[in-house]
T-cell receptor
Framework: KNEVEQSPQNLTAQEGEFITINCSYS?????LHWLQQHPGGGIVSLFM???GKKKHGRLIATINIQEKHSSLHITASHPRDSAVYIC??????????FGTGTRLQVFP | DVKVTQSSRYLVKRTGEKVFLECVQD?????MFWYRQDPGLGLRLIYF???????EKGDIPEGYSVSREKKERFSLILESASTNQTSMYLC?????????FGPGTRLLVL
């Protein structure tokens, strides 16, 4: 069974800092997802990637298939980035296996 | 935009009650999911449905059942609620591996 591990579990940062959240998995996958959950519960999908790198605004996601590792970077962090960031992996089905999440707090 | 709605944001029930949580999606997705989310454990799959009247157990189906009579609606049923079912329940639908989540229902069982 695939295990998905995220680090760190909790992260605090000052506004403007560069942030990195890591995700590793144990078995080959078809795609890796990064999701964001704001206080109140709603979860939104940020990225789905199977190789290389994707960028959306200040968010960058990378994946290294050989090392079974992905990173989510946030440049010029802002208090509105405060959320739980969740890594999930899929393997040719729509079912995903989720990590336990990284709680990020960005202070002004 | 895909919209996934859940019948309640907050729910308080008593031990032994039968509880219905409903989820509706408006994008004609075939796949729908019910998860529970607990601190430190992440999202855990309760049940999965890949078509009308088709369902598959997830990782933690005990104490739960589901119903999918129409494509857009996926219901989670707690046959006899217990205090260890106090949790956040999230519904999702999916297309091409991307999942779209509802806002969640926070259930408290007293």
């Amino acid at each position: 069974k695939n295990e998905v591990e995220q680090s760190p579990q909790n992260l605090t940062a000052q506004e403007g800092e560069f942030i990195t959240i890591n995700c590793s998995y144990s078995v080959g996958i078809s795609a890796l997802h990064w999701l964001q959950q704001h206080p109140g519960g709603g979860i939104v999908s940020l990225f789905m990637l199977s190789s290389g790198k994707k960028k959306h605004g200040r968010l960058i996601a990378t994946i290294n298939i050989q090392e079974k590792h992905s990173s989510l970077h946030i440049t010029a962090s802002h208090p509105r980035d405060s959320a739980v960031y969740i890594c999930a992996v899929g393997y040719n089905t729509d079912k995903l296996i989720f990590g336990t999440g990284t709680r990020l707090q960005v202070f002004p | 935009d895909v919209k996934v709605t859940q019948s309640s944001r907050y729910l308080v029930k008593r031990t032994g009650e039968k509880v219905f949580l409903e989820c509706v999606q408006d994008m004609d997705h075939e796949n729908m999911f019910w998860y529970r989310q607990d601190p430190g454990l992440g999202l855990r799959l309760i049940y999965f449905s890949y078509d009308v009247k088709m369902k598959e157990k997830g990782d933690i189906p005990e104490g739960y059942s589901v119903s999918r009579e129409k494509k857009e609606r996926f219901s989670l049923i707690l046959e006899s609620a217990s205090t260890n079912q106090t949790s956040m329940y999230l519904c999702a639908s999916s297309l091409f591996e991307t999942q779209y989540f509802g806002p969640g229902t926070r259930l408290l069982v007293l």
